[in-house]
């Protein structure tokens, strides 16, 4: 895996120490595949080198940046230090069953982190809290929640449309 790529891209997805192989390897692919920056905040429940993951990743792991963050408090020194305009640094947006904003009804902008936690536990209230925004992808009672990896590419895709559809316009989104 590589150091971060020093242009800023549309979007970073952070993955909250994640521990099933698979959807992260599916979630990296995925960044590769759309332009997306990625960030891992550890510790992971598997080893980076899991066959699992690398199997899931293919070799479109190779064309990715990927920031790796020994915990949470080490991300947000760096996301602190990821400056938008003069003044903000980026926002984080999580993804979660707790939220009470749609995802299609949030407004994406530029530099946004989408933040997914754990398949097995989400997020703590302190990961929860120090989020800028939050979304919810609505599902139908009495069903709890999606793979992490279906929600990611969701809301990505969503947050990805919205951008491009600003840029086309010249209307910046805003929340």
């Given at each position: ?8 891209r549309?979007?970073?997805l ?7 192989p ?24 598997f ?9 899931a ?21 760096w996301r ?29 902008r530029?530099?946004?982190?989408l ?8 997020v ?13 992808i ?26 491009a ?11």
């Open positions: 895996m590589s150091e971060p790529q020093s242009q800023q549309p979007l970073t952070a993955l909250y120490q994640p521990d099933i698979q959807n992260c390897g599916t979630m990296l692919r995925m960044c590769a595949c759309l332009g997306v920056d990625a960030a891992i905040i550890e510790p992971a429940g080893p980076v080198s899991d066959r699992h993951f690398r199997r990743g293919m070799d479109y792991l190779d064309a990715l940046a990927i920031a790796r963050h020994v915990s949470f408090a080490a991300f947000e020194a602190a230090a990821q400056i938008v305009d003069s003044t903000t640094c980026r926002r984080l947006v999580l993804l979660s069953t707790k939220a009470a904003v749609a995802y299609t009804q949030f407004a994406f530029p530099g946004d982190i933040l997914v936690g754990r398949e097995s536990a989400g703590p209230d302190a990961v929860h809290a120090a989020a800028d925004h939050r979304v919810l609505p599902i139908q009672p009495p069903l709890r929640s999606l793979n992490v990896a279906v929600a990611a590419a969701m809301v990505t895709g969503e947050a990805l449309r919205q951008i559809l600003a840029d086309a316009t010249g209307n910046g989104a805003t929340a």
